[in-house]
């Protein structure tokens, strides 16, 4: 049968559907043009076969069982004809499948002939970007004819194959950079990316120690805060895995860092904190530290240069600030206060020019506050330190008969000495005084009683209607004020008044006291003139009391006897206080530590009865004594209060201690006093206590 067909524009010409008969085919093919020219005549042999199931195989070798994405899957197919005939344009086609989901990711389709009994290789290779990591199937199939006659897409054969993530994390320790100086306290940081996958964990390692995890912070990058790490060198190194295990370090040996954690060391001298000084001071700060520094050294808040002096008056304040090239701070601040003005001083009293008759008188200055305020000019040196007023007082400033000029200078604590000030003072002889006073009064008083007397004052010059104030004053040994009385009088011209007085003295100290009589004339303006002082003693005249505290009386004591005595005075301090026993030596007790009480061990070798006297002397004489108190001297402990049943029922004395041998006959002495302290009758007592002791020795 033969068919005809135009060719096409490509000169190609199509017949479809040619029909072959099972077994060989001979198909021929010849071409005429338009003018008739023929062309060669072309032939070719198709052998049909009804059956091609099983007589093609075919196999498939992968060039790698694993790849990762972006690396194609290549490797070789081979398909194979086990007949004895020849086939051709066999349709086949390899596949790239999902071995999970069994879905077709890339398929190559190609028409094969095969020889009898030959194979026809063929190279593939699957790109696989983009494609998602786990594992695959290579399925190699050819569209063979089965027995029916039907045409069927049969698998010759399949091979698995994975892709996967085969490659590290792309890690770099960015910061700190190698030999870096750090403070105690820094940040590493790291970048770390994965190609395929993505990363799991990031770490740390410090000095080859334990895994520090490290946070991210930004896409792809990583930190680890680090804290309180000790100066001196460390190493670092940063570890990345990704989730298919692939492991990354960086750098490959670890990186070298220095930690300086500590500040500078900040050193002032020249100058003192609160120091206070007269002269200029000059501040020299001396700064170290391991690295580089930057300081700002201010003096009262302007830039100060190390060395230069400070002259300025007033209170200064100087401070460093230094940072060491890690960031590390160091302060210092000292105040310190330059003075060099010497400080004023003035007398506020007394007045200057005035007159008195006393040959003491107070001395009031005025001055700064809490500065040393001297007074010149005397035999013994004498200062004070002005109050919180700045007021400095010398309570008694000593007169000459005549012109005296008093002097006094202050010396602030810087060391600065002011110019003195001075007053004139007129102490009045008793025949140029115009007011004149003679105290008649007793040299001394009993502490208690009364003290009268009488001021008799005589007045030189004419009062001219002016009134006289008069004050009579009891002052202590450091010039206070015990007791005062004043009066207004009129004092006529060589005219003496009697003046009586009178001060109750149960609330004065005891001792040597003074009577001052002043006076002034006119308002409370005019100063006073001390016109007389007289000394006045307070006599004691109450000797201590003593309270006994041990023994007790009649007890029976050891060898040596302690004995222990309250002693009290009111008004004067305790003298001596003295022991003895029987007429032997006084032993004088020592204070024991607990106020008022006084205590000592006396030598009591001698056995029986001892007395015990006491004695006790005040300051001034004033003496009471104690005694004599029985005591039992004996080594035995005394029965008391023994009883075997069958004595009748009597009246159980006091122990007395004398029921020993060695103090059944009591001095003749201590009889009436123990007598009249125990209302009994000594000799019956003692013969008692005997008899007792031979009725207990019997039975």
Same mark, same amino acid.
């Given at each position: 049968m033969n068919w005809t067909a135009v060719a096409g524009a490509s000169g190609v010409a199509e017949f479809n559907d040619v029909p072959l008969a099972e077994g060989v085919n001979l198909l021929r093919a010849n071409a005429v043009d338009a003018v008739g020219n023929a062309a060669i005549q072309q032939t070719r042999n198709v052998i049909r076969s009804s059956v091609t199931v099983g007589i093609v195989g075919g196999s498939i070798t992968a060039a790698s069982a694993i790849g990762e994405p972006g690396n194609p899957i290549a490797g070789n197919s081979v398909l194979n004809n086990s007949g004895s005939i020849a086939l051709t344009d066999i349709a086949a086609r390899l596949s790239l499948l999902s071995a999970t989901s069994g879905q077709t990711l890339s398929q190559q389709q190609w028409l094969a002939s095969i020889a009898p009994g030959?194979?026809?290789?063929?190279?593939?290779?699957?790109?696989?970007?983009?494609?998602?990591?786990?594992?695959?199937?290579?399925?190699?199939e050819a569209h063979l004819r089965g027995a029916g006659?039907?045409?069927?897409?049969?698998?010759?054969?399949?091979?698995?194959?994975?892709?996967?993530?085969? /490659? %590290?994390?792309? !890690?770099?320790? +960015?910061?700190? *950079?190698?030999?870096?100086?750090?403070? &105690?306290?820094?940040? =590493?940081?790291?970048?770390?990316?994965?190609?395929?996958?993505?990363?799991?964990?990031?770490?740390?390692?410090?000095?080859?120690?334990?895994?520090?995890?490290?946070?991210?912070?930004?896409?792809?990058?990583y930190i680890a805060s680090l804290s309180a790490i000790s100066d001196g060198p460390h190493t670092l190194q940063v570890r990345a895995s990704d989730r298919a295990g692939n492991l990354a370090q960086?750098?490959?040996?670890?990186?070298?860092?220095?930690?300086?954690?500590?500040?500078?060391?900040?050193?002032?001298?020249?100058?003192?904190?609160?120091?206070?000084?007269?002269?200029?001071?000059?501040?020299?700060?001396?700064?170290?530290?391991?690295?580089?520094?930057?300081?700002?050294?201010?003096?009262?808040?302007?830039?100060?240069?190390?060395? /230069? %002096?400070?002259? !300025?008056?007033? +209170?200064?304040? *100087?401070?460093?600030?230094?940072?060491? &090239?890690?960031?590390? =701070?160091?302060?210092?601040?000292?105040?310190?206060?330059?003075?060099?003005?010497?400080?004023?001083?003035?007398?506020?009293?007394?007045?200057s020019a005035v007159g008195v008759g006393d040959?003491?008188?107070?001395?009031?200055?005025?001055?700064?506050?809490?500065?040393?305020?001297?007074?010149?000019?005397?035999?013994?040196?004498?200062?004070?330190?002005?109050?919180?007023?700045?007021?400095?007082?010398?309570?008694?400033?000593?007169?000459?008969?005549?012109?005296?000029?008093?002097?006094?200078?202050?010396?602030?604590?810087?060391?600065?000495v002011g110019l003195a000030a001075s007053v004139q003072v007129f102490r009045f002889a008793v025949s140029q005084a115009p007011v004149t006073a003679l105290v008649l009064m007793p040299t001394s008083v009993v502490h208690g009683q009364t003290l009268v007397g009488t001021a008799q004052l005589t007045s030189s010059v004419a009062a001219n209607g002016l009134p006289d104030h008069i004050r009579i004053e009891v002052l202590r040994s450091d010039l206070s004020v015990i007791a005062t009385i004043s009066q207004t009088v009129a004092l006529n011209l060589q005219q003496t008044l009697d003046l009586p007085f009178s001060f109750a003295t149960g609330d004065?100290?005891?001792?040597?006291?003074?009577?001052?009589?002043?006076?002034?004339?006119?308002?409370?303006?005019?100063?006073?003139?001390?016109?007389?002082?007289?000394?006045?003693?307070?006599?004691?005249?109450?000797?201590?009391?003593?309270?006994?505290?041990?023994?007790?009386?009649g007890a029976t004591v050891p060898n040596p006897v302690t004995v222990s005595v309250r002693v009290n005075d009111a008004l004067s301090s305790i003298g001596e206080v003295a022991a003895r026993l029987d007429d032997g030596a006084w032993f004088v007790l020592q204070p024991s530590g607990v106020s008022t009480q006084w205590q000592a061990q006396l030598p009591a070798p001698e056995l029986g009865v001892r007395l015990l006297s006491l004695r006790a002397r005040d300051s001034v004489g004033n003496q009471r004594v104690l005694?004599?108190?029985?005591?039992?001297?004996?080594?035995?402990?005394?029965?008391?209060?023994?009883?075997?049943?069958?004595?009748?029922?009597?009246?159980?004395?006091?122990?007395?201690?004398?029921?020993?041998?060695?103090?059944?006959?009591?001095p003749a002495a201590a009889k009436p006093w123990v007598e009249w302290l125990l209302g009994i009758d000594v000799d019956k007592s003692a013969q008692r206590a005997r008899q007792q002791e031979t009725h207990h020795a019997a039975h």
């Open positions: 030959q194979g026809n290789p063929r190279l593939f290779e699957f790109a696989t970007s983009g494609a998602p990591l786990g594992n695959y199937l290579l399925l190699l006659g039907v045409l069927v897409w049969t698998v010759l054969d399949q091979e698995p194959v994975v892709i996967a993530d085969l /490659t %590290p994390p792309d !890690l770099a320790l +960015i910061t700190p *950079l190698e030999r870096a100086l750090l403070p &105690a306290n820094f940040t =590493v940081r790291a970048t770390a990316s994965d190609r395929i996958d993505q990363v799991e964990r990031v770490d740390l390692i410090l000095d080859n120690g334990s895994a520090i995890v490290m946070t991210p912070d930004a896409p792809g990058s960086s750098p490959v040996l670890p990186r070298v860092i220095e930690v300086d954690g500590s500040p500078p060391q900040i050193q002032i001298t020249g100058v003192v904190d609160n120091q206070l000084s007269a002269l200029p001071l000059t501040p020299v700060i001396t700064i170290t530290d391991a690295s580089t520094v930057s300081n700002v050294i201010l003096l009262d808040g302007a830039p100060y240069v190390s060395g /230069t %002096p400070v002259s !300025l008056e007033g +209170i200064r304040n *100087l401070s460093v600030r230094s940072t060491d &090239a890690v960031g590390n =701070v160091a302060q210092a601040q000292i105040r310190f206060t330059l003075d060099f003005t010497a400080p004023l001083i003035s007398i506020l009293s007394p007045a040959a003491h008188i107070p001395l009031l200055a005025q001055t700064e506050v809490g500065i040393d305020v001297d007074l010149l000019d005397q035999g013994n040196a004498a200062t004070q330190v002005s109050n919180a007023a700045g007021q400095a007082r010398f309570a008694a400033v000593p007169l000459r008969p005549g012109e005296n000029i008093l002097r006094v200078r202050a010396r602030d604590r810087a060391g600065n004065w100290p005891a001792g040597m006291q003074t009577l001052r009589v002043s006076w002034r004339r006119g308002n409370a303006t005019v100063p006073w003139s001390v016109l007389r002082t007289v000394p006045i003693e307070i006599r004691d005249v109450v000797a201590p009391d003593i309270v006994l505290l041990a023994p007790t009386v005694g004599p108190i029985p005591l039992c001297r004996s080594n035995v402990p005394s029965w008391t209060n023994f009883a075997n049943g069958f004595e009748a029922q009597r009246t159980v004395l006091p122990p007395m201690g004398f029921e020993k041998a060695e103090c059944g006959a009591l």
